[in-house]
């Protein structure tokens, strides 16, 4: 496995459920991230952990809960969730957030759909 | 008004042509700026990365930055079916400490389609 790698690639669930989306980097990389895209508007920034430290929590609503366990591994836990919260959920990680040469790498990210 | 403009297109162009794609901000604290391509159920790659104004190439790719104008441009040259993508601009800040935190703010995507 190379890259960022998430899982699972696709998730509908009810408003009253619980589901966690995961993501693993194989780049030894230090700061992981999580984006949201949704139709017709800009990636959105929502959590940065540096070092498994969050750094960044861009007013994410509670419902969306973020766990770092280790700089290989970031997790996004959901309850409870809106249907305007369908949307395309991006996993990034970079080397270091503080180095101006360390851009963003990518997962494919996880297609959820809220019913 | 939003912090970074990008007209979404859908921009189609024959094969071989010149594609200019473009992006206006209105942060004059952005200092650096990134494209991205983005294919069909993928997640964006990095295509170029620029640092303050000036241009940069790579292959068929010319990344311009002119901060005066708050304004970046993506040439493709001699554009290819495979080109075919949505293609995002980025850019981020220095805050305090010198780092940018990798917060990037992306602008909506251009799709671009190139027809054989």
């Known amino acids: 496995e190379t890259g960022v790698t998430q899982t699972p690639r696709h998730l509908v669930m009810g408003m009253t459920n619980k589901k966690s989306l995961k993501c693993e980097q194989h780049?030894?990389?230090?700061?992981m991230y999580w984006y949201k895209q949704s139709a017709k508007k800009p990636l959105e920034l929502m959590f940065v952990?540096?070092?498994?430290?969050?750094?960044e929590n861009n007013s994410v609503p509670s419902r969306f809960s973020p766990e770092c366990p280790n700089s290989s591994h970031l997790f996004l836990h959901l309850h409870t969730l809106q249907p305007e919260d369908s949307a395309l959920y991006l996993c990034?990680?970079?080397?270091?957030?503080?180095?101006?040469?360390?851009?963003?790498?990518f997962g494919n990210g996880t297609r959820l759909t809220v019913t | 008004q939003k912090e970074v403009e990008q007209d979404p297109g859908p921009l189609s162009v024959p094969e071989g042509a010149i594609v200019s794609l473009n992006c206006t901000y209105s942060n004059s604290a952005f200092q650096y700026f990134m494209w991205y391509r983005q294919y069909s159920r993928k997640g964006p790659e990095l295509l170029m990365y620029?640092?303050?104004?000036g241009n940069k190439e790579d292959g068929r790719f010319t990344a311009q930055v002119d901060k005066s104008s708050k304004y970046i441009s993506l040439f493709i040259r001699d554009s290819q079916p495979s080109d075919s993508a949505t293609y995002l601009c980025?850019?981020?800040?220095?805050?305090?400490?010198?780092?940018?935190?990798?917060?990037?703010?992306f602008g909506q995507g251009t799709i671009l389609t190139v027809h054989p």
């Open positions: 780049l030894g990389h230090n700061a």
């Open positions: 980025a850019m981020s800040a220095l805050y305090a400490g010198g780092t940018s935190y990798g917060k990037l703010t």
């Open positions: 620029t640092y303050s104004s």
């Open positions: 952990y540096n070092f498994k430290e969050q750094t």
């Open positions: 990034a990680s970079s080397q270091d957030p503080g180095e101006r040469s360390s851009p963003l790498h």
